[in-house]
């Protein structure tokens, strides 16, 4: 069964750059069709997608957060991560990964983690 | 770049049926698939509907999906309300190079 986990700091200061980890298990990563996806969701509020990644590497960003945003992959750990620079509080969420196929729907989901930016 | 607006909330009793709707700002509602998930607090969204109107495995028929070319929109529905269909509603779709949340419903079920 396909599990996703996010990792990484759970506080950041404001104006450094957010960086998280999704472990996948019991799949590949290089699956084909499948892309690999970053949402968040701040306190009280909505999902909002941040971007996805095929394994081949090719990336597409929310076109608010691009200027910001970097999402990678590194098939040989079965891992993706993202790169959010230059936060704020605003950026302050529950980030959540998950795989989907570009026209389905997300199918699997990490549990999320929290990332608070504060000094 | 497209919008999915979503009620902000919707309240209904035990054994109705509530309707949540989606609406499309630009781009037809029928040219990609409309997904629609379910959030309890504290949980990863769950999918109640795919493309448009499938039901994956284990979600009751209960959950009904459509959409209406007419007023751009797609619809939830939900049949026999119970007490554990309280949660919020999220569809969701896509085009060429994003993916797109709605604001979210939350349904109330009293």
């Known amino acids: 069964q396909l599990q996703l986990q996010e990792s990484g700091p759970g506080l950041v200061k404001p104006s450094e750059t957010l960086s998280l980890t999704c472990t996948v298990s019991?799949?590949?990563?290089?699956?084909?069709?499948?892309?690999w996806g970053w949402i968040r969701q701040p306190p009280g509020k909505g999902l909002e997608w941040i971007g996805s990644i095929y394994y081949s590497g090719s990336t597409y960003y929310n076109p608010s957060l691009k200027s910001r945003v970097t999402i990678s992959v590194d098939t040989s750990k079965n891992q993706f991560s993202l790169k959010l620079s230059s936060v704020t509080a605003a950026d302050t969420a529950v980030y959540y990964c998950?795989?989907?196929?570009?026209?389905?729907?997300?199918?699997?989901w990490g549990q999320g983690t929290t990332v608070t930016v504060s000094s | 770049n497209f919008m999915l607006t979503q009620p902000h909330s919707v309240s209904e009793s035990p054994g109705k049926t509530v309707t949540i709707s989606c609406t499309r700002s630009s781009g037809s509602i029928a040219s990609n698939y409309v997904q629609w998930y379910q959030q309890r607090p504290g949980s990863s969204p769950t999918t109640v509907i795919y493309?448009?109107?499938?039901?994956p495995s284990g979600v009751p028929d209960r959950f009904s999906g459509s959409i209406d070319s007419s007023s751009n929109s797609a619809s939830l529905t939900i049949s026999g309300l119970k007490t554990e269909d309280e949660a919020d509603y999220y569809c969701?779709?896509?085009?060429?190079?994003?993916?797109?949340f709605g604001g979210g419903t939350k349904l109330t079920v009293l």
């Open positions: 019991g799949g590949s990563i290089s699956s084909s069709s499948y892309y």
């Open positions: 998950a795989r989907h196929e570009w026209e389905r729907y997300m199918d699997v």
């Open positions: 493309e448009d109107n499938q039901r």
């Open positions: 969701q779709s896509y085009d060429s190079s994003n993916q797109v």
